[in-house]
């Protein structure tokens, strides 16, 4: 089956400091992806969908200049958290929905970002 | 399609015996479903999916059933095993192309 791979997977930071975390497809061409955001114990919170070649759409809340996302190719989507609060410490998990997969979407394993 | 996950329901079953983890959706117009399973600290993982035009789907040792009047998704767990322990999101869709829409989640536990 299709792979979304993350990078990378854990990261700590400094409060203030800007963190970018990379989303790839691996064995197909994603013209959308998805970023989804998750608090403990909470269930995943689309944040926002990325389209190769145009602006992400970032859903209602969602501070488009806090997290830039990039998705300047086929297989590849970033999304970069600037200046990092603790309160942006979160698991972020990317999907991918394109040509190539089951018509379905692949989920990345996650990128917990802990903010100090 | 609002999560509301503050309280994570949770579902306890015995080592063996069969589990139903249930699910209401939001729209009516979403079209396909799935079942995801969550472990602690990874992402969510694919379990079994349905189209609107089905009403039941199987698995290997799972089945998902769906109903559209009540708009009402359940997921069925048979001779569940301690590995199946993990968070299970049911994920709505409108169409190809588009995000799906996360329930709450429910957290099974086997007991042994």
């Not at chain 1, 400091?17 to 608090?39: G, H, N, P």
């Not at chain 1, 602006?55 to 970033?78: C, M, P, R, W």
């Not at chain 2, 359940?74 to 968070?87: C, E, K, N, R």
Request: charged residues 15%.
């Amino acid at each position: 089956g299709a792979v979304v791979s993350q990078h990378p997977s854990r990261v700590i930071c400094k409060s203030g400091t800007s963190v970018k975390i990379e989303c790839r497809s691996l064995d197909f061409q994603a013209t959308t992806m998805f970023w989804y955001r998750q608090f403990p114990k909470q269930s995943l919170m689309l944040m926002a969908t990325s389209n190769e070649g145009s602006k992400a759409t970032y859903e209602q809340g969602v501070e488009k200049d806090k997290f830039l996302i990039n998705h300047a190719s086929l297989t590849l989507s970033t999304l970069t958290v600037t200046s990092a609060h603790p309160e942006d410490s979160s698991f972020y998990i990317c999907s991918a929905w394109g040509a190539g997969s089951q018509e379905t979407q692949y989920f990345g394993p996650g990128t917990r970002l802990l903010v100090l | 399609g609002e999560n509301v996950g503050l309280h994570l329901p949770t579902l306890s079953v015995q080592e063996g015996d069969n589990s139903i983890i249930n699910c209401a959706y939001s729209n009516s117009a979403s079209d396909y479903f799935i079942w995801y399973k969550q472990e602690s600290g990874k992402g969510p993982q694919f379990i079994i999916d349905i189209r609107s035009n089905m009403d039941k789907r199987q698995g290997q040792r799972v089945t998902v059933l769906l109903n559209k009047t009540v708009k009402h998704l359940s997921l069925q767990i048979a001779a569940t095993q301690p590995g199946d322990s993990a968070v299970y999101f049911c994920a709505e869709n409108k169409g190809y192309g588009q995000n799906f829409v996360f329930g709450p989640g429910t957290r099974l536990s086997v007991l042994p």
